[in-house]
């Protein structure tokens, strides 16, 4: 079954900081992977994806993510945390089908301080 | 990027009553559509895929009859939350894939809708 970790449910790190979310997958067939950011009451916007190619993916506001099949983990970075990066942040995996959803993990909430 | 909209952003409504969730894409059309269901500091929780032009297909532990489902055109999928209870209170997200995207799973999120219900 299709099913995504993230074994980190708050993270807090100082502004400036780097940051490292954590993002393991199970997944039987070739996976599609994600990483949206939630801010508190909106919706989710699409930092970054992962498809196939380049194992480093860059995404927007300064985030990317490596893809690591043998580690099955999809972990997102940015080298240096601003106060606006504060929200929720949810890894998930889709797959080829047009009628696959994703599948979301349960999220990690990271707090910057200053 | 593809934008998806939702109609109402909130709702309060009165235990007993029906809600209806509009969910469009604005600039694609969507043969299929999600609709999931966050709870509080939850992760998002799949409750039923919408195709256009047939029934939608519900994830196990959601009620069809509870919470209907309409895809009727390519843009355009509803939710009615039918004789709403406080445990209905929630967050509703819908998604829609734009299959002219190209390769891959590329789904685009509403901007929920927040239901509470007294």
């Known amino acids: 079954a299709q099913s995504v970790t993230q074994p980190d449910i708050h993270i807090t790190v100082s502004e400036g900081a780097s940051l490292e979310l954590r993002c393991n997958y199970s997944?039987?067939?070739?996976?599609?992977l994600f990483w949206y950011v939630q801010s508190p009451g909106q919706g989710l916007q699409l930092l970054l994806k992962?498809?196939?190619?380049?194992?480093l993916v860059q995404g927007i506001k300064g985030f990317e993510a490596e893809f690591k099949r043998s580690q099955s983990s999809f972990n997102l970075r940015k080298p240096s945390v601003h106060w606006s990066d504060a929200a929720e942040y949810f890894c998930a995996v889709g797959g080829l089908s047009g009628n696959t959803p994703l599948v979301f993990g349960k999220g990690t909430r990271l707090s910057v301080i200053a | 990027g593809a934008v998806v909209s939702q109609h109402p952003s909130w709702v309060i409504c009165k235990s007993g009553t029906s809600v209806k969730i509009e969910c469009r894409s604005l600039d694609f059309q969507a043969t299929t559509m999600f609709w999931y269901r966050q709870f509080p500091k939850q992760s998002l929780m799949l409750m039923a895929t919408?195709?256009?032009?047939?029934?939608?297909?519900?994830e196990q532990g959601v009620e069809k009859d509870k919470f209907l489902i309409n895809h009727a055109s390519l843009t355009l999928s509803t939710l009615t939350v039918t004789s709403a209870h406080p445990e209905d209170s929630s967050f509703y997200i819908c998604?829609?894939?734009?299959?002219?995207?190209?390769?891959?799973?590329?789904?685009?999120f509403g901007p929920g809708t927040r239901l509470l219900v007294l």
């Open positions: 919408s195709n256009e032009g047939s029934k939608a297909t519900y």
């Open positions: 992962y498809f196939s190619g380049d194992t």
């Open positions: 997944y039987g067939a070739t996976p599609y």
């Open positions: 998604s829609a894939r734009d299959p002219g995207a190209g390769v891959g799973e590329t789904q685009y």
